[in-house]
């Protein structure tokens, strides 16, 4: 049956395959954006036209911040479904730019949840991030482990949006899923991230900087994966499981009484930064530059997903291996430079 989803964030990276996989599902989607200048908002305007292509596709620029725009949005197409994807991302980009991250992160979540509140939302599926494991030696990254160190402001303004998401989902029953995302990369990727970053940097011979000796892992998951897990999972609203606190036991991160779930969304399989830079050399063809530099504040040595409670839940997890990924990547990008250069 035919939905009506309001997706956060649509000219984002996940929010644009998100909302792509849910209109060729055949679902009514309308996307919401800012397009700010973060990054090229060419890019962001690309993604939307990608979508425009597609039936069903309504478009609504507005800040998720400003609450009688959202509410009056809300109000105009009375969504059933919300995956909420927008947000301030980036681990360094909030040294010195927190605000950005309270108005976004914060204060706009609050406003979507508000809203999703008021409109009796079916299900919320809100964006969090493998940032929250912070320091965690503990591998893999297991849903039920403690976060409570961000090493991050980002981090800490993701976590804070779980909690936030919990006391709507048990004051108001409200159904919310949070989705750990772990390294998305792929095609139309962002350029603040480091897959952006090392290809044009190989393909332009320029140097690439090179963090902690390139020891850093990651566990990168392609975006087609993440949206797929995104889509699963908005289908299988949680159900309260209690009354309150006390009426489970052994409450956790996966055992709340509220209906509230959180989800690892990782292929399990990390790779140190030399193992990626090595990949894409083979498949750029270009021998890398590399600029040796000290690990950056805010950062973490390794994201390593436990992905069994996706796989549990929706019969589905990440599986897209890493050079198929890169290589559709670095396709996509000699692309997009080639048309960017011609604009």
């Given at each position: ?17 998100a909302s792509r996989l ?304 890169l290589r559709e990547f ?14």
């Open positions: 049956m035919s939905s009506t989803i309001l997706v956060t964030g649509a000219a984002g990276f996940i929010g644009m395959h849910l209109l060729r599902e055949g679902h009514r989607v309308v996307g919401v954006d800012n397009l700010n200048d973060y990054y090229d908002p060419a890019l962001k305007r690309a993604r939307l036209a990608q979508l425009d292509a597609e039936p069903g596709f309504a478009f609504e620029l507005a800040d998720i911040a400003e609450s009688d725009r959202i509410a009056a949005i809300f109000e105009r197409h009375r969504p059933q479904y919300v995956v909420h994807l927008a947000a301030q991302a980036g681990v360094r980009y909030a040294i010195d730019h927190p605000l950005a991250y309270v108005s976004s992160n914060l204060q706009g979540s609050t406003v979507i949840l508000e809203a999703c509140r008021h409109r009796r939302i079916r299900h919320l599926a809100f964006a969090s991030s493998s940032s929250v494991y912070g320091g965690n030696r503990s591998v893999p990254f297991r849903e039920t482990d403690p976060v409570d160190h961000p090493v991050s402001f980002y981090a800490a303004t993701k976590r804070a949006n779980e909690l936030m998401a919990h006391s709507y989902a048990h004051l108001f029953g409200l159904p919310v899923t949070m989705l750990r995302y772990f390294t998305v990369y792929g095609p139309w990727g962002r350029p603040d991230m480091a897959m952006w970053k090392f290809t044009k940097g190989l393909l332009a011979g320029t140097p690439i900087d090179v963090y902690a000796g390139g020891e850093l892992s990651r566990d990168f998951t392609y975006v087609g994966d993440a949206a797929q897990a995104t889509v699963r999972l908005l289908f299988l609203p949680p159900e309260r499981t209690g009354e309150g606190p006390g009426s489970v036991a052994d409450v956790g991160a996966d055992r709340s009484w509220a209906p509230f779930r959180i989800y690892n969304v990782g292929r399990s399989d990390p790779v140190t930064v030399n193992h990626l830079l090595a990949l894409l050399e083979r498949e750029t063809g270009r021998r890398a530059i590399r600029q040796e530099l000290p690990m950056q504040p805010g950062d973490v040595e390794r994201t390593f997903a436990d992905p069994s409670r996706l796989r549990a839940a929706t019969g589905f997890e990440p599986k897209v291996g890493l050079e198929d990924g670095v396709d996509w990008f000699r692309g997009w430079i080639a048309r960017s250069a011609a604009s």
